[in-house]
């Protein structure tokens, strides 16, 4: 099982990135799929999600009205598009597996697979 994220970089205060996160080796309709963050020092921060099944998504007050999830079924890949960007937004941005029946959803320990982050760093 492979969840890599990607797109991550250096974007100035109110600019936008989209951040891509793979998947490979799982059954797709059976997942739910999360974002997370973490900033130096912090905990990790449940960012958003999408439900494959039915593509409904949720995402935290910090990023509501700025961040929004989506897919691509075919190529079994979710995005973030993250616009208006804040220094605060800046963190390691992760995404994740999990049961498709997942109802703790900001914890990151009812997610399965991880990938290894991108790194997302908002100058002011």
């Known amino acids: 099982v492979q969840v890599q994220a990607s797109g991550g970089g250096l974007v100035q205060a109110g600019g936008s990135l989209r951040l891509s996160c793979a998947v490979s080796?799982?059954?797709?309709?059976?997942?739910?799929m999360g974002w997370f963050r973490q900033a130096p020092g912090k905990e990790r921060e449940f960012v958003g999600l999408?439900?494959?099944?039915?593509?409904?998504?949720r995402t935290a007050d910090s990023v509501k009205g700025r961040f929004t999830i989506s897919r691509d079924s075919a190529e079994n890949t979710v995005y973030l598009q993250m616009s208006s960007l804040k220094p605060e937004d800046t963190a390691l941005y992760s995404c994740?597996?999990?049961?498709?029946?997942?109802?703790?959803?900001?914890?990151?320990?009812?997610?399965?697979?991880w990938g290894q982050g991108t790194l997302v760093t908002v100058s002011s």
């Open positions: 994740a597996a999990g049961s498709v029946y997942l109802t703790d959803y900001r914890n990151p320990k009812a997610y399965n697979y």
């Open positions: 080796g799982l059954t797709v309709s059976s997942h739910t």
């Open positions: 999408i439900r494959w099944s039915g593509g409904g998504t």
